[in-house]
């Protein structure tokens, strides 16, 4: 059961556009919400997180807004740049559990900028 | 600092033979965590070590997968008799700590690509 969906798998954009990259969970449980950032040939590297009890923080270029109720995230890139093209991995867990803080990711978008 | 490395950077196999994987997480971390990344199945938690616990296998696909953990640093995924379908990327990712109350930021190593033939 995939319990993080992802959307759109693929996503082209010109340089300077504000790509957008949603996600949808299913397990109320989640309460970290982080969005890795995935090179070719590399490992992922976290991007910027939040919790649910905002609904929207911004890091940079790089602006995550999380709706509860619906419980939907999703990552807004402005100022897109050709060295943002990467795969982006949406995830959750939760953070307050004894067992870990695993990861279920989403299934990913794979962005192009163009110059 | 050093990240987290992983050997072989790329392995490739015949079916029916036994794979070892390695990790080496950041120094001082003492959560180390597993992760598969393969086409169609996008990344999935495999399993997870927290210092000297017992580890969570919960992830493990089949009893063809194991892990563990040695000094609670470096960690060795094994899996025996490949299958075709093991082909995939293996991630491998540490914390500082994977603790109630606490979200520590995990860092991947650069993986291992595992081709089974």
């Known amino acids: 059961q995939q319990q993080v969906k992802q959307s759109p798998q693929s996503l082209i954009v010109q340089k300077g556009g504000i790509p957008i990259i949603n996600c949808a969970y299913e397990?109320?449980?989640?309460?970290?919400f982080p969005w890795y950032q995935q090179f070719p040939g590399k490992g992922p590297a976290l991007l910027i997180a939040i919790r649910p009890d905002v609904s929207e923080k911004k890091e940079g270029r790089f602006t995550i807004s999380f709706n509860k109720s619906a419980k939907q995230f999703s990552l807004h890139i402005m100022d897109s740049q050709p060295g943002d093209s990467a795969t982006y991995f949406c995830?959750?867990?939760?953070?307050?559990?004894?067992?870990?803080?695993?990861?279920?990711f989403g299934g990913g978008t794979r962005l192009m900028v163009k110059p | 600092g050093a990240g987290v490395s992983q050997s072989p950077s790329n392995k490739v196999t015949e079916k029916g033979k036994d794979v070892e994987l390695r990790c080496d997480p950041i120094?001082?971390?003492?959560?180390l965590y597993w992760y598969r990344q393969s086409l169609g199945q996008g990344l999935e938690f495999l399993i997870y070590?927290?210092?000297?616990?017992?580890?969570?296998k919960s992830g493990l696909p089949s009893d063809r997968f194991s892990a563990e953990r040695t000094g609670g640093s470096v960690s060795t995924l094994t899996i025996q008799r490949t299958q075709q379908e093991d082909s995939a990327v293996y991630l491998c990712?540490?914390?500082?700590?994977?603790?109630?109350?606490?979200?520590?930021?995990?860092?991947f190593g650069p993986g291992t690509r595992l081709l089974v033939l």
């Open positions: 070590f927290q210092g000297n616990s017992a580890p969570d």
């Open positions: 397990n109320t449980a989640f309460d970290y």
């Open positions: 120094s001082g971390h003492t959560a």
């Open positions: 995830a959750a867990s939760r953070a307050n559990n004894n067992a870990g803080n695993m990861l279920t």
């Open positions: 990712a540490s914390s500082a700590s994977g603790t109630s109350g606490f979200v520590e930021t995990q860092y």
